[in-house]
């Protein structure tokens, strides 16, 4: 049996098993070229045809491929990534980065795919080598983090200013410690980006790969929430604060986190127009 007829018996079989995909013999003869010579290996592929068939699928932007390619394999890919971190927002980016890599773009993992092990149990493999690169990256990035606190802390309390020599300066400060720590991972790195770094809504944006507008809904999402984090500590720690001293520090928070200041002394919590390093 020649390697031709091969490809065409897994054609037939692919076929078979995805009645609704169509690829042609000369579009699997092609995704199968690198094993046209090594018998072996198109021997195991034979017995993977319609895994193969469907990859290959696929591997052509097939919308109606790739829909079936992430149902059959979406259970199989999240719980790989689950086995390694359980936080849903780790799975839920992970997963999102494992269909662009293996179904987007001429260099997508697909292409990869001959029939050398059963689907599921590659793409199982794929997802848990995945999930670890991204596992190690983020604990770089939270030990870059643990000293976020500090660096803002720093930065708006200015050694130098008054309010050093204030009573509630360490309210403040312990509020705006707990305040970040109490964030998501997400809202901490992009808080590092705004302040720390001190980069453009359009930076983040481009970074993020959501338009500027997006970037600046979630930097108003958060500054809100830090302000109002913040607001409510210091008023349990110092239940005496003077609308005049809140306001005073209120205006000192403000001037490094491009906060509305004023909002600090009515019943909401917001910023300013988030323009903290733009051109």
Not at 109 to 117: C, E, K, N, P, Q
Request: charged share 25%; with cysteine; proline share 3%.
């Amino acid at each position: 049996m020649t390697a031709l007829d091969i490809v065409r018996q897994m054609q037939a079989e692919g076929r078979l098993r995805w009645p609704s995909i169509a690829v042609t013999l000369e579009a699997l003869w092609r995704y199968c070229q690198r094993i046209h010579d090594d018998s072996s290996r198109l021997a195991k592929a034979r017995t993977c045809a319609a895994d193969v068939y469907l990859c290959c699928a696929c591997a052509n932007g097939d919308p109606v491929a790739q829909a079936m390619f992430k149902s059959e394999s979406e259970r199989i890919v999240r719980g790989a990534i689950a086995r390694v971190n359980r936080e849903p927002e780790f799975i839920a980016d992970t997963l999102q980065e494992f269909w662009k890599k293996f179904l987007v773009g001429p260099g997508a993992r697909v292409h990869d795919y001959w029939g050398r092990a059963p689907l599921q149990a590659w793409l199982h493999l794929c997802a848990t080598r995945l999930a670890i690169d991204r596992q190690r990256a983020r604990r770089a990035e939270l030990e870059r983090e643990t000293d976020l606190g500090e660096e803002l802390v720093e930065q708006v309390f200015d050694a130098e200013s008054t309010l050093t020599r204030a009573q509630f300066y360490l309210p403040f400060r312990c509020a705006l410690r707990n305040a970040i720590a109490g964030m998501t991972h997400k809202d901490r790195a992009l808080l590092r980006l705004h302040v720390v770094e001190r980069c453009s809504i359009d930076q983040i944006g481009r970074a993020y790969n959501v338009h500027r507008a997006t970037a600046a809904r979630w930097l108003q999402r958060i500054l809100a929430d830090l302000l109002q984090r913040v607001r409510n500590e210091v008023g349990v720690q110092v239940p005496h604060l003077t609308e005049s001293e809140f306001r005073s520090v209120a205006r000192l928070v403000g001037g490094d986190l491009a906060f509305d200041v004023s909002l600090f002394t009515r019943g909401s919590v917001g910023i300013a127009s988030c323009s903290v390093g733009e051109p």
